[in-house]
């Protein structure tokens, strides 16, 4: 995947409007999901049903925490909690 994901929906939804991106590669699916959050100016919504504290659930978290250093306001909706062992990392 070497567009952005604003690229690869802009033909498609204009600026304040949503959209939806299927994506069937996990790679590609994770990959968009860190570009969303490497290139996020005013705000990053996430909506999980699960979040791991896995390899990849770090890894994610590490980029979401990153966003909100830079001054991103963050938003994480999840149908069940997020591994409280990943806990400490957010609230560092």
């Not at 590609?28 to 504290?53: N, P």
């Not at 990153?66 to 997020?82: H, L």
Request: net charge positive.
């Amino acid at each position: 995947m070497d567009v952005s994901i604003t690229q690869t929906s802009a033909d498609k939804i204009k600026a304040g409007k949503s959209g939806l991106l299927l994506i069937s590669d996990n790679y590609d699916a994770f990959a968009a999901r860190v570009l969303a959050a490497r290139g996020a100016v005013r705000t990053l919504d996430l909506m999980y049903y699960l979040w791991h504290d896995d390899h990849t659930g770090r890894l994610l978290l590490q980029e979401v925490v990153r966003a909100a250093q830079r001054g991103v306001r963050v938003e994480c909706c999840s149908t069940t909690s997020i591994r409280a062992r990943a806990m400490p990392l957010i609230w560092r």
